[in-house]
Each structure stands twice: as C-alpha cells, then as structure tokens.
C-alpha cells in the first residue's frame, strides 16, 4: 500500500472515530452547529478574513502533504531522483539509481563499481558522482537496453548538461 494511501485511511479512521465519539457524547449536533454559525458570521461580516483563512488552511494542508518531496526537482519514469549538485559535481542517490535500473545491489558494491567517485551524506546514503554513473552505463554490459539508453540520456541532458551551463556562467570571464 502506497504511503499516501496509508496515511488517508489512517485519517479517515480517526477522523470517522472522533466524530462517532462525538455523537456518542451528545456534542456532535451542537458542536456542528456552532461551527456552522460561526462560518456563517464571519462569511457574512469579514469575508476577506474568512477567505484569507481558508488560503492559509489550503497552504498549511498542501505543505504538510508535499513536505516529503520538497526540494526533489529530478524524476526519472515517475521515480524521485535525491540528486545534489555541490557546485563542482553533480551526485546522485545511489538507491534512487538503482531504483531507476531496477537493479538490487548492496550499497558496497556500487560504490566499488565507482571507486573514488562516491561519498556519503549526513544521512548516511552512498551518493555517486553523474559524470561516473553515465560512463559506466555507457560501458556496462546492458548499455543498449532502451531503459540504459533512456536513463543515460536524462542524467546527461537534465543533470551534467544544467551543472555544466551554471558553472560556465558563474565562473569569472577572462
């Protein structure tokens, strides 16, 4: 089951408990009607208030909903790519690689595969530098399969090419 389907059923579990323990309370009914009356009046008497409540409402619930995904801009085939560009190379996830492969190597033996051009981060993830990862599907046994073929095409076109351009222009003009 996907993590956001996960997490909905969990809210509309405890959201369907509350409002039956509500109910069961004699509250429901009330509470319901206070809400709606309170709704009413501020529509009525300060609509830019209400309306500006509800922007920030839809704000708050839209970030909560994508905090997981902020700041991962790369995708490969609907797969999230971890991709960090430290100004000098550009790195890569290793798991999000072999995700995007469909391969299931050890952490160890992709950084052996790219030795001298790996590191890990403050969460302990094997990064690969892109410039070594597209030599070796350049290079790798299956280098024609048409996923191979696509991947590499991405890493070079929507990576390597974009760090390339940023740095030619922030470097100093002679």
């Known amino acids: 089951m996907k993590r956001y389907t996960r997490g909905a059923l969990v ?18 009914l009330p509470l319901l009607g206070a809400l709606a009356l309170v709704a009413g009046l501020v529509a009525y008497f300060a609509p ?24 991962r801009h790369h995708a490969f085939e609907g797969l999230s790519l971890h991709v960090e ?23 160890d033996v992709l950084a052996a595969r790219h030795a001298g051009r790996w590191r890990r981060d403050a969460r302990g993830r094997v990064l690969l530098r892109v410039d070594s990862v597209v030599e070796r599907l350049a290079a790798a046994p299956g280098r024609m399969e048409p996923r191979t073929v696509r991947l590499r095409r991405y890493l070079e076109r929507e990576l390597l090419f974009p760090a390339a351009r940023r740095r030619e222009r922030s470097s100093p003009s002679r």
Do not use: N
């Open 11 to 28: 809210f509309a579990v405890l959201l369907t408990g509350s409002l039956y323990l509500l109910h069961r309370l004699g509250v429901g």
């Open 48 to 71: 830019r208030l209400g309306v500006r409540l509800l922007d920030a409402a839809e704000d708050k619930a839209r970030e909560l909903l994508w905090r997981h995904e902020a700041g």
């Open 85 to 107: 560009d430290d100004g000098r190379f550009v790195w890569i996830d290793g798991s999000d690689l072999q995700r995007a492969l469909r391969t299931a190597d050890a952490s």
